[in-house]
Structures are given as C-alpha cells and as structure tokens.
C-alpha cells in the first residue's frame, strides 16, 4: 500500500489536482480573486427561499471537512514533509477552489429532487455524463464511486476522526468514547439530512470562530517570530537548490507530497464528497452554489489550515517527536496556556463528531444511489457504529495508509470526470450580466 501511495500521492496527485485547477481557473479568469465584491455579492444572493439554504448546505460541507484535517493532517504534514508542505498545502488549495467551484456545480445541475427537497453527488453526474457516450462504463464508474463514498465515509469519515477524538482524553476508556459518539451518530443519522444540517449549523459556526479567535491571538502574540515562520515554509516549499539536490529533494518531493495530500484531506476539493451537501441547497443557481464551494475551501484550508500551521511552528513541538493530534494540542497550550489545550481538545471531540454524521448522511446518498432497499442502509448504520469503536484502537500507520488511499482513488475518478465534461457541461462559464467573466 505504501508503494502505490508513493505513486499516487507523489506524483498523480499533485499534477492532476494541480494541474486541473490551474486549467480550470484560467478558464474561469479567476472571478473569485479579481472580482471579490461581485462573489460577495452572489453568496448574499444565493438562497432561493425555503428548504436547505446555501448557508446551511456550506456548514454541513465544512462539517464534513473540518477537524481532523485542520489539526491532526496539519501536524502530520508538517512532521512527515517539514514547513514546505505547508507551502504545497495553500498552492493546493489555490487550486482546488476552482475544481471545488466545478464539482459543486455540475452536482447541483445533476441533482435529484424528492417531494421538496434535494439530492445528489459525484456519483450522480459521473453516471449521467459517462452515460451519454459510454453507458455501460458510466454505470460502472458511478457505482465505483458510491462505493468509494462508503469506505471514505467509514474510513477517513469516522475511523480516522475517532483515533484522534481517543488521543486527546486517554484517561477515557476508547471503546467507551467510540460507543457514546457511535450511539449519538445513529440518533441523528436517523433524522436524515434535515437534522443533520441543523446540528452542523449550530455546532460548526461556533467551533470555527473561537478556534480563530484562540489561533489569532497566538499568532499576534508571537508576531515578532512569524516572519522567521513564513520564511521556513517558503525556502524549504520552493529551493531550486533544494529540488535539484540528494536528500534536500527528497526532502522537497515529501513537502510536496504531504502538503497536497493533507490539503485534499483537509478541504476534499476534487474527491467528490462535500457535492453531496451541496446539492440539498435550495440556491438560486449552480454558479451561486458553486461560489460556496469556493469559500468552503478559503475558509477551510486558507484561513484554519493556515492558523494551525503557523502555531504548531511558533512552538517546539515537532522538534519533540510529536505528531497529529498531540503535538496540535501542545502547541496551544505551550503558548497560550492550560485552558487553550483543553479547549482544543473538546474542539477535536466535537468536530470528529460533527464529521461522523455528516459522513454518515454522505454514506447515506451513496447507499440510496446503490439500491432502494432498506437492509442495507440498516446494516450500514450497524457498521458505522462499529467503525466508531474500532476506530479509536486502530494502527495509525495503517489508518493514513488506507485513507489517503481510499481518497487518491475518489480524486482520480472524480476529476477525471470533470476534465472529460469542462466543456461540454459549460462549468467554466460563469454568468456576469449580458456575458460570461
């Protein structure tokens, strides 16, 4: 597994990610950076009225990305590919707006409607365009999908956000923690996507800014030592020497590695995941929705990402030997105190689970999309639940492997899809009065 992670993440993945979304945002002549005004303007615009607002949509989305990828993949990052991943992880993420802003799109103008509400996902659109041309291919790739859906929903959905909700409170018994939250996940998931908008909505707002509010007053704190910061994630991002070099290119190769896989698995623009809430928005268009997919990424990788990085090196902690969750939560209690690491660490409880049920109602489209009956929605409930357990015991080495894996997969399928329909789907054209920016 290790060496097909080495090809997929080395390598594929940062060219196809990055690659696609330099296309994609030439050809959508950067609206969301030279007109920010007007893309302020259409996300007030957005809601049409009545069912699942754009707002409520955008923070289940963030529910689904937020947590362990802004904590634990940002200190993973940092140990495994030093300062410079940090680096690869905001050109990342630069990118992946634009294929962000595509995906949410297409899935919205491929969603199903069901009495007065909404849904979809990836694997709706890359059924219905693949179809066109290739019908038998195009049923396959989206029922692959759907299943990847599932693994991803119980893998890096629900295993990987559990390991890191046992490591904060070890004196808790895991299996315990792991059934509270399996228990509670099921009580929602049962109230569909409704209830599920509702918790994230209350839950994810609130998180999001003290998190900011507890990072900025770090960051400002220690502003004497941010350049020094900022000039290690460059140098060590971007060093011809370094690139051209032995162990120091390695060394750029691991930056770049980790950082764009990290930031895939912090914001997962391009995996095909968080269309699945945007499609249940009842917004006024594609373009208004896909603009929120944009903002989901800023906010997520941009602005929480960057928080986190910028404290865990303002602190000593990887030069301890610590990693993920452990060395995020030194590192705020080394330089804001004893209240700052407890409050990170019921932060980490609370945003794992805000990803479980927001992954189990993901899981839940995709079981839809597999077949109508309910048997098999009951027994995935039954393994989410015992993926909640297993999760917080489970090898850590083998739960990165799996997950960037599983992902790598989801990315490949999905921005394929995007590529073979850009044109024919007219997701790069974005409306601007009488003419397109």
Known sequence: MEIINTVLSGMLMPALL?????????RLRFFYIFHPIRFCKTLAQAHKGGGVSPVRALSQALAGTLGVGNMAGVATAIVAGGPGSIFWMWISALCAMSVKYAEVRIAVEHRRRAGEEFYGGAMYYIKDILCRNLPRAGAVAGGGFALLCLTNSLLTGNIVQMHAAASVFPWMPPMILGGIVAAMAFVIACGGAGRVSEITMGLIPFLSGAYMLISMIIIVRNGDRLPQVLGEIFSSGVSVRAAAGGVAGFAVNRAIRFGVTR??????????????????????????????????????????????????????????????????????????????????GISVILFAFATVICQTQYGAVAIGYLTSKKGPYRLYLAIQALASICGTVISEGLMWQAADLVVSLMTALNVGCLLWCAKREGILQVPSGKRSL
């Open 263 to 344: 930031g895939i698995f912090s914001n997962e623009a391009g995996c095909g995941t968080s269309p699945t809430a945007h499609a249940a928005a009842n917004t006024k268009s594609a373009h208004h929705q896909g603009c929120f997919g944009i903002f989901e990424v800023f906010a997520d990788t941009i602005v929480l990402c960057s928080m986190t990085a910028f404290v865990i090196l303002l602190s000593d902690g990887a030069e301890q030997g610590m990693d993920g969750i452990p060395l995020t939560i030194y590192a705020y209690t080394a330089l804001a105190g004893r209240g700052a690491g407890i409050f990170i």
């Open 18 to 26: 990055i690659g696609t979304g330099i296309w994609f945002a030439v």
